[in-house]
Each structure stands twice: as C-alpha cells, then as structure tokens.
C-alpha cells in the first residue's frame, strides 16, 4: 500500500518533525548548488481542477531538479476529472504510468477517491478542505523565523477555510498555540470542532471573534482569501462581513514588532490586507512561498524513495 499525503491528521508529530528537518536539509543543499536526483526518470502526474501558480510551479521545479518530470494535466485535457470516466478509472491508468499523483480538486472526496485506487502515493494540492502542503510549508518558515514551534502563537484572521483547517491541524501536532479570528459565521463547524478536539495537543487550537484581542502579542498574523476558489459568487456578502478582519497596519501594530505576517498568497490587497503590510519588514510570505519547494522535496522524496 501507498503512502499519501492527504491530511496532516495522518501524520505523527515525529513524522512531521522528521519531514521539516529534511525540508531544512535539502534547502541548504540547493541552496549550496548541491543536488539530489533521487527522483531520477520518476514522472509526476499533475492532476488541478483549479487555479495554481505555486503549487504548480515548485512541483514541476523539483521534479525537474531531482531528476524527474512532471505532467501538468488541466480539466480540459482530460473532459473533467470524473465526468468523461470515472476517477477510479482514471487512477488505475495513472498506476500504470506515473510514480506519484498529485490533485488540486474542488471535491475532498475526489483527491480520497484517487487515493483509494492508487497504487502510488497521492498528494492532495489543496482541496475545497484542506491545504496540507501550504500548512507544511509554514511551519518550516515560522521556525526558520522563531527558532522553534512548540509555543509559538500563531494568530490566523479571516475565514476558517482549507489553509486555516491544514494550519491547525499542523499547529496541534507540532505545538503551536493557534488562535483563529473569524465572524463566527465563518468559523469551523461544531462537527470540525469535535475532531480537532479529538487530535488533542500538543497544540492549541481557540476561536475568538474579535482579531484585535486575538493578535496580542502575536509571534505571527496570519491571513488568507475571504473568498476561496470556487466562492466567487459570495464574494460581495464576504467582503461586507469580514468588515473589521482586515490586517492591516493598526492591527499589526497591536500584535507587536515581534510579529510576522505570513499568507499563503495569492493575496488581494485592500480586502484581507494591505499593500503596505505585504511589503513591511515583518512580511514574510515570499520566503513562505519559497518554502512550498522546500518542504515539497522532502514529501515527494519521502513518498516515492523512503527514508535517506
Ligand atoms: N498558495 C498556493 O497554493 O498558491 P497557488 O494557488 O498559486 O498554488
Ligand atoms: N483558500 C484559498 C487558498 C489559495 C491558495 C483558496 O482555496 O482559494
């Protein structure tokens, strides 16, 4: 059996914390010009239902860096992703062809159905659920930038969507004391609720209504999209009640110098943020980004030859 990279849930903590060290490793070794081609004549089917400049970009770049290829396939390419066949078909066939899979689908039971029939190891790319592989990334660059994570108060302002669902899940396995500022329309159901409960610790994972008490002293403001792909048609609702979320100068000044401001990008200005707080000194999201390749190396190294 294969193994996926689904949901952060299906990881140990020292899974995680074994995945971020090699992350860390392999960065510094491409960062000395070192290369590691152990994915040599391994190929990556690219499956993206969706939008991507990111997620696209850094695993064809490390397919390409670590001796393999990957194959970009769009909706159209294929007449749907379960619509000219069924996914479970589809899957069969990519067994056949390719070393890993990975999915950017609206539906999370589409990227659970390919991993249900794949032989391969499946990475879920971001769903309508969850963003595993942004929150990954994330944490490589909050203890690039804290030293550690156990502790640490990450503060996320906006909607409880895919990336916060991934970033919570990650903050309770590797200790991280999250606090999550929605409308409380827009917080995670009572059934979400449940099963972060049911993770338990080492982390923390609260809900609170009002950002401003929320970013006290935060070590990082964290922000994304009020209106996700696939939410379009909500998007003038979302933007009158997220009213009061934006982070933006003042609210950065009420979390402290010490903070960082972190967003998975992409990002759009004078809604959840500013121009002014994307380009401040406390701005990291470009290293964030950086670090998708980073971590994205060590997962696929990880899945598809073990452990080195
Ligand atoms: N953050 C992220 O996943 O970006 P893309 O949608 O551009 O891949
Ligand atoms: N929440 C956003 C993340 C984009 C990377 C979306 O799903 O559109």
Redesign the pocket.
Known sequence: MARHFLEIKDYSSAELQKLLAQSKEMKKLYKSGGRDVCLAGKTMAMIFE???????MSFETLMTQMGGSAMYIRQEDIGGLGQREPIKDLTRVLNGYVDVIVA?TFAHESVLELARYATIPVIN??TDFS?P??AMADMLTIQEHCGSLAGRKLVYIGDSNNVAWSLALASLRLGLQMIIASPAKYSFSADLVKQLEAQGGPGKVTHMTDPKAAAEGADVIYTDTWTS?GQEQEKQQRIKDFTGFQVNRGLMKVAGPQAKFMH???AYRDLETTDEVIESKQSIVFEQ?EN?LHFQRALVKYLCVGES
Do not use: F, V
């Open positions: 969706k939008p991507s400049a990111r997620t696209r950017r790319a971001l963003h592989c942004q792909m998975c990008l992409p980004a998708r």
